[in-house]
């Protein structure tokens, strides 16, 4: 057994932080794996859309201020199709706007095509100072399947350009894809591995409703995706090379040599406060005592005209502590540091059940150590069936 001592802090957010996100809802071609606010659009009037994010970081400011901000991310969407003028231009704005860290984060998504890297200077000039790229395959035949754009020439290239230019840089893959082998993700794990400096993020393929291949497999047109155990396997794998590499997993998809770690995604999953800015863009904001959820309009026409006329562009609803306490958990178990059981009592006003995380441990799926619970490696792979029993 344990015991939760009393929680004793400063408002709760600042444990975890306080980020800003700026959602890009533009890219050349949509993936039919992707569910994110994303559209395909030949013409965008980028002095529009300036006018209209520097209208939004002076509302959102104006509500949050005195506060020290500690990561921006550019998010999409494509973020790198925007041209480094506007990035610049809302860079300085945020500065003007907010205190900043001593260490602010200032991260851009980017993909590897030609149009992209050709920015990549005029980004780090206008003070992005971490990459994140979307290669997502070493293999040109399943870059083609996900709908990329680029091939693995065009994604090395960039990865080595970044690594050249920006100080910090990661990139994705996705894994689990179809007709794909333990053995060849191994292999391409390594390739991946080589290329790497610091930070990878390793994603399993997920089918999502509402998206092209989410469609394909309802009508049983998807075949060659792994069973679950095939996928057990590669993740175990990837595990333990990433491991043997210094790399750590410091959250269930995210892995990280030490000091490399995402401070913009750590907000999120420290329960921290984050503004969202851009169409469909979602935030967490601590104000008078109350949190609050903020979720901005999604279509990227009636965004834009409503902040011109308008002015307030997203719905707010109160996060009651019991909801409070279950973000907590669901973002938190993710973390290799998993969730502070004190703090999850501060936040909801009761404890987790004692005997759920004692049948837990006995198990071999939890562990507590120092009044944190986190889940074994044996526990995220099943982790939304450990995070659903502690949650009933």
């Known amino acids: 057994m344990f015991h939760v001592k009393p929680f004793i802090t400063v408002e709760d957010w600042q444990v975890g932080g306080f ?11 949509k993936c039919p794996y992707c569910d ?6 030949a013409n965008v009037d980028q002095k529009r859309w300036e006018a209209a994010y520097l209208s939004e970081i002076q509302r959102l400011g104006a509500e949050t201020s005195g506060r020290v901000l500690q990561t921006v991310f ?66 040109d035949a399943d870059l083609k399947a996900l709908g ?22 990661s990139f994705d893959l996705i894994y689990a894809r179809q007709n794909q082998t333990l053995t060849e993700w191994k292999a391409e794990l390594a390739e991946g591995m080589a290329m790497a400096s610091g930070h990878l993020s390793l994603y399993q393929l997920t089918i999502e409703d509402g998206t092209a291949f989410g469609d394909r497999f309802k009508r049983g047109l998807l075949r060659g995706l792994p069973n679950e155990d095939l996928g057990a396997d590669m993740y175990d794998m990837t ?22 770690e995402s401070k913009h995604n750590c907000i999120y999953w420290n329960a921290g406060d984050y503004a969202g800015i851009g169409p469909g863009a979602h935030g967490r904001l601590t104000l008078s005592d109350t949190r609050l959820s903020t979720e901005a309009i999604s279509n990227p026409v009636n965004w834009l005209r409503t902040v011109e006329t308008q002015g307030v562009v997203e719905k707010r609803e109160r996060i009651d502590p019991t909801e409070q306490g279950v973000e907590y958990l669901l973002m938190g178990m993710r973390r290799n540091t998993g969730i502070d059981l004190d703090r ?5 006003g009761k404890p987790i059940s004692a005997t759920k995380i004692d049948a837990l441990c006995k198990l071999g799926m939890v562990k507590v150590k120092e009044s944190r619970l986190i889940a074994t490696l044996q526990g995220r792979l099943v982790l939304n069936a450990v995070i659903e029993n502690l949650m009933d």
């Not at 980020?19 to 071609?29: A, E």
């Not at 200032?106 to 920015?119: C, F, H, K, L």
């Not at 990433?242 to 790399?247: I, L």
Request: aromatic share 10%; proline share 3%.
């Open 344 to 348: 999850f009592l501060h936040i909801s």
């Open 19 to 29: 980020g800003l996100y700026i959602h890009w809802p533009f890219c050349q071609s």
């Open 239 to 260: 595990q333990e090379m990433t491991g043997a590499a210094g790399y750590g997993s410091y959250e269930i998809s995210n892995y990280a040599q030490a000091g490399q």
């Open 148 to 169: 990329r754009l680029h091939d693995v020439k065009d994604a090395k290239l960039a990865v080595s350009m970044a690594q050249s230019i920006f100080d910090r840089v």
């Open 36 to 41: 994110f606010n994303s559209h395909v659009s």
């Open 74 to 139: 550019f998010g999409g969407g494509t973020p790198s199709l925007m041209a480094p003028e506007l990035v610049h231009a809302l860079i300085s704005k945020i500065k003007a706007t907010w205190s900043t860290a001593n260490d602010l984060e200032i991260t851009m998504e980017a993909n590897p095509g030609s149009v992209e890297r050709a920015r990549f200077h005029g980004y780090r000039d206008a003070g992005v100072n971490r990459v994140s790229i979307g290669v997502q395959a070493l293999n």
